[in-house]
């Protein structure tokens, strides 16, 4: 759209690994251009209210803006971000005493979140899928934060305040504050990986600037609603009823993803497409099998060609 069209073709062959005469980057590159041409002229006089018309009466795009507006409801609602701002509460409440033991444990638990955020981004999440990615974290997360709550409920917040624990409630105070170190892991693996790339995959190009942005402002809304809410939370339903909420909430995201997201790691915006323009009760769960990405079928196949003529060309040399 900004008339880079080196720099694109440059990108597209590092990506496909493929040198840029090959077919499929040249079909690729095409449809691209073709694409941006369609999306160029679609929007030509189309005032803001009628793309914001688009997303709310084409089916395909409630079903994205569902997508997007879910993923940033239940992420919020797990409890991660809750977490996160009251951690230095929430080990006190697991039975870290002194302001500078319960601040050294947040500390640590921030260091935790940001080195698995990077991880995740950079090796996990286009290794293994989106679907995949989630369906491990929010399980991990859905069981941390269960045996913290089911601790707490068993043992009570009276107990650990007066110190008078068993060896066993001890060891099992431990191992809910490693719990709570891992629900960060599962956090950043699953719903903090998948609510920001949600955004970039799902939309079409005349209507992502909207769709992102609406979407953005209903995860800083759900944030601040849930950290206003969190105190409240836990004064009324108490802090094992806190995490019980958290568990239900995972719980439910896990059946979400179960049955409305579908996997968007690698597919083209012809394929997005496609995927969206199924009925909506096949999308998530059978998507990939009714519109797969062709277009990454064939790269995979023409980069596995590739290595094979290679091979054999070494092998002749020797």
Known sequence: ???????????????????????????????????????????????????????????????????????????????????????????????????????????????????????????????????????????LQTISVLYIAIFLAIVGTKTLEDGTLTSTQKHAGVGAIAMLYISGVGWTMGWNSFQYLVNAEIWPLRLRALGSSITMCLHFANQYGNTKAVPLMLLHMTSSGFFFFCAAVCILGLIWVWAFVPEMAGRSLESTDELFSLPWYKIGRYGNKLAPDNEAILARDDKAEMKREVEVSQLEQA
Not at 4 to 22: G, I, V, W, Y
Not at 69 to 83: K, R, T
Not at 128 to 139: C, D, E, K, Q
């Open 1 to 139: 759209m900004k008339g880079r069209n080196e720099e694109s073709t440059k990108a597209l062959c590092k990506l496909r690994q493929l040198p840029e005469d090959h077919p499929f980057v040249q079909a690729e590159l095409y449809g691209i251009r073709e694409q941006l041409e369609r999306e160029q002229e679609a929007i030509l006089g189309v005032s803001r209210w009628g793309k914001i018309r688009e997303l709310l009466t084409i089916p395909a795009n409630r079903y994205r803006f569902m997508l997007g507006f879910m993923a940033q409801l239940l992420g919020q609602w797990s409890g991660a971000s809750a977490i996160t701002i009251y951690a230095a509460e929430f080990f006190g409440v697991l039975g870290k005493s002194g302001q500078s033991e319960k601040l050294f444990a947040t500390c640590i638990l921030g260091v935790v979140k940001l080195v698995s955020a990077y991880a995740c981004a950079f090796f996990l999440v286009d290794f293994i899928g989106r679907r995949r990615s989630l369906y491990a974290g929010i399980t």
